[in-house]
């Protein structure tokens, strides 16, 4: 079985080792010194990180002959850290809650006593972070439950960080060209072509052209947590915007689920078509046509401590009325050039997303762990780019049958002071811009003069 194992190990790191792209920053730590009574260091001293959020439930270090420990790599959520050596009653500081790539300081004065006594410390966590220089925003599980709708990436970003500016806002969950189209977000003067997104980690910019060549939406059930570093970047980053992570859930020892869903209509929104705006030519405002979005996510232990997993789905509709447009009733007769409005059928702008993501988390040794996460996603903007000057005839169809990310990650803490690991992403996107759906091949785009509608 070690065999298996070993040689199953040397694959994947083979494997990774082909591909080499930036890696952010993305798991938190503990770090701290134990010391005894007296304030001298104590080398030698068990220090056990326990939490549900790691598949193999505890991580041990012993500290160095400075007294200091570290243990990396650790999942965002609750922990309990517990000091232990011979000779010293134990120390147990509980209720440390971490998230991003925080570093929490724990330290332990450890008296002398019997070794079966252990003294509980509970209290706040620490909040504040002396070992990095990040600035970092962590929109958290809880968080991303609490928020209402336009739950993606970038709007939440627009919506809770200070100063950070968003290329398509989202009020209310209805804007139908984030369904289709990704965002951008960008502070301190960045443009929003400088902003990094990651995956776990791994770079998903390495994959594509541009932020805009990534394609798909966020999927909120099957995300642990969501970190934002607006500051402090590294030298491995080659531009300065916001860089974005993206943790996905690694489900856990028990079964559980989260379900999603919102739905709104044009019977349930307002409108602010005034007398004003009528007087001036206006017919129609914008408006909500149909818009919901319907979010499951759920997972458990495939076997416990060993392997887990976590499926998650998500199906987004977006259809929304276009300000001043209506079909043209001449939208299928190449022999008429000029647009007639057909005011019984307001023009409506389509936008629909499906997306299906797995993961899957294996703690093949007591150090080492493996993770793969798979999407699949196919959406369609059909029509899209119609406006007060686009009538629906003279739109696109804009499907892309093919979003898919695919994502291996690797991580072995072998010591207080070496970490390995690596990862691989790979991220495919077709996209197609078509005529309209049983447009007459005959049909020639114009601009007529007269109006200025295309």
Known sequence: MLRIVQTILVVVVVLLALSVTARAQTLASITGVARDASGAVLPGVAVEAASPALIEKVRVVVTDGNGQYRIEALRPGVY???FS????????????ELTGSFTATVNAEMAVGAVEETITVSGESPVVDVSNTIQQCVIDRDTIDLIPAGRDIYNMAAATIPGVTATQRDVGGVNPERTTTPGSIAIHGSISGDQQLFQNGISM?????????????????????????????????????????????????????????????????????????IARG?????????????????????????????????????????????????????????????????????????????????????????????????????????????????????????????????????????????????NRVQSNQLPVEGLNPAMISVVEQSNGIR
């Open 205 to 277: 910019m390495a994959a594509a052209s541009s932020s805009f060549g990534l394609g798909g939406q966020h999927n909120n059930a099957g995300t642990q947590e969501v970190t934002f570093d607006t500051s402090a970047g590294s030298a491995e980053f080659s531009t300065g915007g916001v860089r974005i992570n993206v943790v996905p859930r690694d489900g856990g020892n028990s079964m559980s689920g989260v379900l999603y869903y919102r739905f709104t209509n044009n019977a349930l929104s307002g409108n602010n078509l005034t007398e004003d705006l």
């Open 80 to 82: 309990a850290v517990t």
């Open 282 to 426: 206006l017919r129609n405002p914008n408006a909500v046509k149909a818009n919901q979005e319907f979010n499951p996510g759920f997972g458990g232990p495939i076997r416990r401590d060993k392997v887990w997993f976590y499926l998650s789905y998500r199906f987004t509709q977006d259809d929304s009325y276009v300000a001043g447009m209506y079909y043209n009733k001449n939208e299928n007769n190449p022999n008429v050039w000029n647009y007639e409005a057909d005011t019984n059928r307001p023009a409506v702008l389509l936008s629909t997303a499906k997306e299906g993501k797995a993961r899957l988390t294996w703690q093949a040794t007591p150090i080492h762990k493996v993770g793969l996460t798979w999407s699949e996603q196919v959406d369609c903007a059909c029509p899209t780019e119609l406006s007060a000057t686009v009538s629906p005839e003279a739109g696109t169809f804009r499907p892309q049958p093919v979003i898919r990310v695919a994502n291996v990650d690797w991580t072995a803490p072998l010591t207080n002071r070496l970490l390995l690991e690596a990862g691989y992403l790979q």
């Open 85 to 96: 050596l011979p000779g010293f009653s134990g120390v147990r500081r509980v209720g440390i």
